[in-house]
């Protein structure tokens, strides 16, 4: 390896004592012309330079003058009549065609002989119907007559399983698959008693997906709520929760100073429903989470406007479920839960100072 380096630094040093002005004295004319030819710098790539500038200039030949375009004009003009026209091989003649006439072939039919079948089995397809001869169709294979649907349906069933034929009209049928998900084990009825007795171990009321409570138990449900003093959280999602239960659900946050979740999405409620709810936030100072999205009826732009402005005369919420269609509300909301976020941080740090990591020298007593 060391020898390498050597051979390569004596190679260095050799080139490095040459003398340029002495190689440049002994060029000639010629040869010097080539050297910046090579020493150029251009950018043949580049469309926006002009073309002189992305290519060497090779002609010797001085320049004629200024470019006089009528001059040229005339000049291409001459020079292409003195080109003689190529001859036809076939002359041209009005109403006469040159080349090979096209003549289209006969079809021939007949090809395929018909088939000779059993009495039986010529009398069952005769009288067979257009569904039955789908399934046929998709025993054989000849799945580009039909479907994918009858295809499959057919082959998985071993009677017949197809109700429509050919001639049906194909329709795209959306299937979702079910979700797997367990049952909601809450007792209805226990849980409304607990929390109208108020129990101290009830802090989370989860009806979700229940679709079967009647109106009048969600009714009772807000009712027992005004006056409990545990329950922190509660949730209706999927319950088919209409405006009646989001007026309660009002009216219950007007009292309520214990609760801090609440959720109602995936129901039946309005835009003056939810307003009935939103309009309590002006009011209640303990709600922290509200989650209204995903709603049966959709919501116009007066609508999003009111509840925007509804939010931002809250102090405490911190997290708002809706998906706003609008610029303008969404970025009003998302304000003004930063800000609500930065107030509850600041009062979180003053009441427990302990919480924030910080860094104390103590200098040693001598």
């Given at each position: 390896m060391t020898d390498y380096t050597d051979m390569q630094m004596k190679e260095r040093e050799k080139y490095l004592a040459l003398d340029e002005d002495e190689l440049l004295a002994g060029l000639n004319e010629d040869e010097l012309e080539q050297l910046e030819l090579e020493l150029e710098e251009l950018d043949p790539d580049n469309e926006l330079l002009p073309a002189g500038m992305r290519q060497k200039d090779q002609t010797k030949k001085k320049a004629t003058g200024k470019l006089n375009r009528e001059e040229l004009m005339d000049f291409l003009e001459s020079e292409a009549k003195l080109i003689?026209?190529?001859?036809?091989?076939?002359?041209?003649?009005?109403?006469?065609?040159?080349?090979?006439?096209?003549?289209?072939?006969?079809?021939?039919?007949?090809?395929?002989?018909?088939?000779?079948?059993?009495?039986?089995?010529?009398?069952?397809?005769?009288?067979?119907?257009?569904?039955?001869?789908?399934?046929?169709?998709?025993?054989?294979?000849?799945?580009?007559?039909?479907?994918?649907?009858?295809?499959?349906?057919?082959?998985?069933?071993?009677?017949?399983?197809?109700?429509?034929?050919?001639?049906?009209?194909?329709?795209?049928?959306?299937?979702?698959?079910?979700?797997?998900?367990?049952?909601?084990?809450?007792?209805?009825?226990?849980?409304?008693?607990?929390?109208?007795?108020?129990?101290?171990?009830?802090?989370?009321?989860?009806?979700?997906?229940?679709?079967?409570?009647?109106i009048h138990t969600l009714k009772a449900y807000c009712e027992a709520l005004k006056t409990n003093t545990h329950v922190i959280s509660f949730s209706l999602v999927n319950t088919r929760s209409n405006d009646a239960v989001a007026g309660a659900i009002g009216d219950m946050l007007k009292i309520n100073r214990v609760l801090k979740i609440l959720n109602v999405e995936s129901n039946f409620m309005s835009g003056d429903g939810l307003q009935s709810i939103l309009k309590c936030l002006t009011e209640n100072d303990c709600i922290e989470q509200l989650r209204v999205d995903n709603q049966r009826s959709q919501f116009g732009n007066k609508v999003e406007m009111e509840m925007a402005d509804f939010i931002t005369q809250s102090s405490t919420l911190l997290k708002f479920g809706y998906n706003f269609r609008l610029q303008g509300p969404r970025s009003i909301v998302a304000a003004h839960l930063l800000k609500n976020n930065d107030a509850k941080r600041l009062t979180r740090v003053e009441f427990n100072p302990s919480s924030v990591v910080t860094k104390t020298v103590y200098k040693k007593k001598k």
């Open positions: 003689e026209d190529v001859e036809e091989t076939v002359p041209y003649q009005p109403g006469v065609k040159r080349g090979k006439v096209f003549v289209q072939q006969e079809s021939v039919e007949g090809v395929l002989r018909p088939a000779n079948l059993d009495p039986e089995l010529e009398e069952a397809l005769d009288n067979a119907s257009e569904a039955e001869l789908t399934d046929i169709a998709a025993i054989l294979g000849m799945h580009t007559l039909m479907s994918s649907d009858q295809f499959y349906s057919s082959i998985k069933s071993s009677k017949i399983a197809n109700q429509s034929g050919f001639t049906s009209v194909t329709k795209c049928d959306l299937k979702v698959s079910p979700i797997n998900e367990p049952p909601n084990p809450t007792d209805v009825d226990k849980t409304l008693k607990l929390c109208q007795e108020d129990d101290a171990e009830l802090t989370d009321i989860n009806l979700n997906n229940i679709k079967n409570i009647p």
